[in-house]
């Protein structure tokens, strides 16, 4: 059994107040105040911090205190890589390998985001939306890719970064993951990780376009990705030879 310690509570309470955005980007916090905050002592705080700090939702400012990060262009491209290395074969992979009750759950987890854009309720929405993506990547069997994924999703949400109400609504993007969904349920690898590349590619030119405020060609800026890493139907471009 895994032990949770202080340290533990406090990172996972200092990153759901980062992602819900009660501490918003820009803002300035002393160790002392989320101590007494926390009602813990101050070792624990800083153990925390130095994690969040790891993962790019804060930096450490000498003499200051805690700054929680704002995102930028940069930031978005080069999570976005990431997730495409991560998502697109992990969506094929989802195709070819999940079981029934896999697709069954990954479909009830689009049902839930439709349902819950229906209801114009963001929170339970971005909730769903973590969760079939989640889903997706645990065909794999692989916690470790789960926890990058969610890693790489919190660096640039907890920074309020998000195209919701900005640049599309939430029904909108409910239709996005439809197709992937449903070329995992049709067993396609090829599709399934096409749906998840043009989801992925568009979330981040949406994202790019908000946070440069100028426009951005989403195929241009994922080429290097498309032409060279391998996905079903087409083979990774061969290295060159010893010379």
């Known amino acids: 059994m895994t032990r949770t310690t202080t340290a533990d509570r406090v990172f996972a309470s200092l990153r759901e107040s980062i992602v819900t955005g009660e501490f918003p980007a820009g803002s300035?916090?002393?160790?002392?105040?989320?101590?007494?905050?926390?009602?813990?002592?101050?070792?624990?705080?800083?153990?925390?911090?130095?994690?969040?700090?790891?993962?790019?939702?804060?930096?450490?400012?000498?003499?200051?205190?805690?700054?929680?990060?704002?995102v930028t262009v940069d930031d978005v491209r080069a999570v976005f890589e990431l997730r495409l290395?991560?998502?697109?074969?992990?969506?094929?992979?989802?195709?070819?390998?999940?079981?029934?009750?896999?697709?069954?759950?990954?479909?009830?987890?689009?049902?839930?985001?439709?349902a819950h854009a229906a209801a114009d309720d963001e929170p339970r929405f971005t909730e769903h939306d973590r969760a079939l993506h989640q889903s997706i990547a645990g065909v794999l069997g692989n916690a470790r890719l789960q926890a990058e994924i969610a890693t790489l999703r919190d660096s640039i949400q907890s920074r309020g970064a998000s195209t919701i109400r900005r640049s599309r609504g939430m029904v909108e993007l409910a239709a996005e993951h439809a197709p992937i969904v449903e070329a995992i349920a049709l067993r396609d690898p090829e599709a399934a990780a096409?749906?998840?590349?043009?989801?992925?590619?568009?979330?981040?030119?949406?994202?790019?376009?908000?946070?440069?405020?100028?426009?951005v060609d989403g195929r241009r800026w994922s080429a290097s990705l498309r032409d060279h890493?391998?996905?079903?139907?087409?083979?990774?471009?061969?290295l060159p030879s010893a010379q």
């Open 28 to 70: 300035l916090h002393s160790i002392y105040r989320l101590a007494d905050l926390l009602e813990v002592s101050r070792t624990p705080v800083r153990e925390a911090v130095l994690r969040l700090a790891d993962i790019g939702l804060v930096t450490i400012e000498r003499n200051r205190g805690v700054r929680i990060r704002g």
């Open 85 to 114: 290395m991560l998502e697109v074969p992990a969506a094929a992979l989802a195709a070819a390998r999940a079981d029934a009750p896999t697709v069954a759950t990954i479909s009830a987890e689009l049902e839930h985001m439709r």
């Open 194 to 215: 096409a749906h998840m590349e043009a989801h992925l590619v568009r979330t981040a030119t949406l994202l790019m376009e908000q946070v440069g405020g100028v426009a």
């Open 229 to 238: 890493l391998y996905v079903p139907g087409r083979s990774a471009t061969p």
